[in-house]
């Protein structure tokens, strides 16, 4: 079981709208066992950090084929950058 953390910095006042639309993105494209959403209450403000649980990286990058291929991802994405500074990935092997 893998766990993909995506940490993003919202620009300035702009998370509970990224929330938003990582909320629509979710009911778009139900990937994964466990998507949790969560925004800072310490570091970084205006943080949004996603984590989703796959059974394995091959299980992750096959959703992610089929949601960067999906036509109603490039408009949810044009939607998205305007509101944010800045993003990265990462990938855990989730032990207990």
Same mark, same amino acid.
């Given at each position: /079981?893998?766990?993909v953390?995506?940490?993003?910095q +919202?620009k $300035?006042? !702009?998370a509970d709208?990224?929330?938003?639309?990582i !909320?629509e993105?979710?009911a778009?494209?139900?990937?994964?066992?466990?998507t949790?959403i /969560?925004? @800072? +209450?310490s570091g970084?403000?205006?943080? %949004?950090?996603?984590?989703? =649980? $796959?059974e394995?990286f +091959?299980?992750? =990058?096959? +959703?992610?084929?089929?949601f960067?291929? @999906?036509p109603?991802?490039?408009?949810?994405?044009?939607? /998205? %950058?305007?509101l944010?500074?800045?993003g990265?990935? =990462?990938?855990y092997?989730?032990?207990?």
């Open positions: /079981m893998i766990v953390r995506a940490v993003t +919202a $300035f006042g !702009k709208e990224l929330v938003q639309l !909320k993105r979710n778009m494209f139900p990937i994964g066992r466990t949790r /969560m925004t @800072d +209450a970084p403000f205006f943080s %949004v950090v996603t984590e989703t =649980e $796959f394995s +091959a299980a992750y =990058e096959a +959703a992610a084929q089929e960067f291929n @999906d109603r991802f490039g408009a949810w994405f044009e939607r /998205m %950058v305007p944010v500074e800045s990265q990935r =990462e990938f092997t989730l032990v207990e």
